[in-house]
């Protein structure tokens, strides 16, 4: 888990962030935002030692982190027949270069998920969280109304990068570094640093000010998760919006906070020995793989019971349960926060035209008519 840190004597400034990355390079494997060949932008592990420029400060990928984290798809456990063995992952410490705050607040989101999940943990231990702040309202993103943005929040990285100034001229920076817990103090031992001081932090609030100015009034979304909340959204609006789910998991794939997962059995059997020709011919497991990978609780046989029951058989109960996971007030206690980290991904994806935006605006139309 992240510890807390007083971050007020771990603060340093810096010209060139190229630095920064080649000292962490020397210990962490490096992934960060990339273009690959068509030009899309992804979280990708760096391999040699090309530098690519972050740009992730002004431009939100359409996947998110998560998979470095909680695996799209791993084996759990092992079967050899005859004991069962727990294959926790192999993982190489790396350093997650350039995280956005939505995405961050939902790395912490998923630590609580996950905390008791070895897994995710081992994974987790050996990440380093190199937050940055974002400079810019990003195309559908609405961080500032669910309290993970724009700016790196406190407790969600090892380090928070923050670009105080741009020299036009010459294209160079000046960057606030805080090392805000005792991994990001550590990560940055040996490196010859400024140090910066309150004023570089007043610059820093400044501008994070200047950042929320520039969001366009999502007030719907407010407004919509207090309808949501009050249990004031008809019925007859969940089956309009569910009949343009397509079920393809798109929203839940690319959703930072969603964390449905599914396991199957890969069984290998032989005929039982020794084989009797009186009896019927029994198979035994020889081998066996236990799997995990990302399910999604708008398929509709995500809830369904071994007895056949299925609570969410119908489309808008399912469409109603994921909003209600996102928005509810239910979960603050466990969570602290809301289930959306307002990356806007689902509305971007949807080919139904039900992400975010689209379903919280409709509640607000309707419910305050
Ligand atoms: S992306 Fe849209 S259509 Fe696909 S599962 Fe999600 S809500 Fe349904
Ligand atoms: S529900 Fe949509 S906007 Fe909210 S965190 Fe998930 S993908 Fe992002």
């Not at 791993?74 to 069962?84: A, I, Q, S």
């Not at 994974?123 to 990003?138: F, M, Q, T």
């Not at 969600?156 to 036009?168: C, E, G, I, Q």
Request: glycine share 6%; net charge negative; aromatic share 10%.
């Amino acid at each position: 888990m992240i510890e807390r840190y007083n971050i007020v004597n771990n603060r340093y400034l810096l010209k060139d962030l190229g630095v920064l990355k080649h000292h962490l390079a020397k210990y962490y494997s490096v992934v960060q935002i990339q273009k690959d060949a068509d030009g899309e932008k992804l979280w990708t592990e760096q391999f040699g030692d090309k530098i690519e420029p972050l740009f992730g400060h002004n431009h939100l990928p359409l996947t998110s982190p998560k998979g470095f984290l909680f695996a799209e798809k791993e084996v759990l456990y092992k079967f050899d027949g005859e004991t069962f063995k727990t294959i926790l992952p192999q993982v190489q410490p790396k350093v997650m270069f350039g995280v956005q705050a939505c995405d961050l607040s939902a790395i912490a989101y998923q630590d609580k998920f996950f905390e008791h999940d070895p897994y995710y943990q081992k994974r987790r231990e050996n990440i380093l969280l190199v937050g940055i702040d974002c400079e810019s309202p990003c195309v559908t993103g609405f961080c500032v109304q669910v309290d993970a943005g724009p700016h790196v929040k406190d407790n969600t990285a090892d380090l928070v990068l923050s670009r105080l100034n741009v020299d036009d001229a010459n294209g160079s920076s000046e960057w606030l570094v805080i090392a805000a817990t005792e991994k990001g103090i550590n990560s940055i031992k040996g490196m010859t640093l400024d140090k910066a001081d309150n004023k570089h932090l007043k610059l820093r609030t400044k501008l994070l000010e200047k950042v929320r100015s520039e969001f366009v009034d999502y007030s719907y979304i407010s407004n919509a998760i207090e309808y949501l909340n009050n249990n004031s959204v008809p019925a007859q609006l969940w089956e309009e919006l569910s009949v343009r789910c397509l079920g393809c998991s798109g929203c839940t794939n690319l959703c930072p906070t969603c964390s449905c997962y599914t396991t199957y059995d890969v069984v290998e059997q032989q005929p039982e020995k020794p084989v009797s020709i009186s009896r019927e011919v029994k198979l035994e497991v020889t081998k066996s793989e236990t799997i995990r990978c990302w399910d999604s609780c708008l398929f509709e046989g995500f809830q369904k019971e071994a007895s056949g029951h299925n609570p969410s058989q119908k489309a808008a109960q399912r469409v109603e349960r994921f909003w209600f996971h996102k928005f509810s007030d239910e979960y603050l206690p466990e969570f602290q926060r809301y289930g959306c980290v307002g990356c806007g991904r689902c509305e971007q994806t949807c080919p139904g035209t039900i992400g975010v935006h689209s379903v919280m605006k409709r509640i607000d139309q309707q419910c305050c008519s």
